[in-house]
């Protein structure tokens, strides 16, 4: 079964930058990236499929970026110019039958 691993989170200031990492173990196929902040639902933020296209959530759109390194069975999400309400940990989820659903990974946007 394919594996997910996400990397890259961390502590980050208002108006700093994180990219975020999810290696498959297997072929990339339509993924996308949630996050779930504390007493939230996991949303759903950016989207690829397997042909390239890309989709955002309005509340990132303009400052996150979806992309990926076929080669390297991995996607990567830019998040530019974050903001408090972006804390939450982020998951990447390979859209297969049944999804497969990496650990996730921890961004905390703090003074």
């Known amino acids: 079964q394919v594996k997910l691993v996400e990397s890259g989170g961390g502590l980050v200031q208002p108006g700093g930058s994180l990219r975020l990492s999810c290696v498959a173990s297997?072929?990339?196929?339509?993924m996308g990236w949630f996050r779930q902040a504390p007493g939230k639902q996991r949303e759903l933020i950016a989207s690829?499929?397997?042909?390239?296209?890309?989709e955002y959530a309005g509340s990132v759109k303009g400052r996150f970026t979806l992309s990926r390194d076929i080669a390297k069975n991995t996607t990567y999400l830019q998040m530019n110019r974050l903001i408090p309400e972006d804390t939450a940990v982020y998951y990447c989820?390979?859209?297969?039958?049944?999804?497969?659903w990496g650990q996730g990974t921890q961004v905390t946007v703090s003074s």
């Open positions: 297997g072929s990339l196929f339509s």
């Open positions: 690829i499929t397997s042909d390239g296209e890309t």
């Open positions: 989820r390979r859209n297969s039958i049944p999804p497969i």
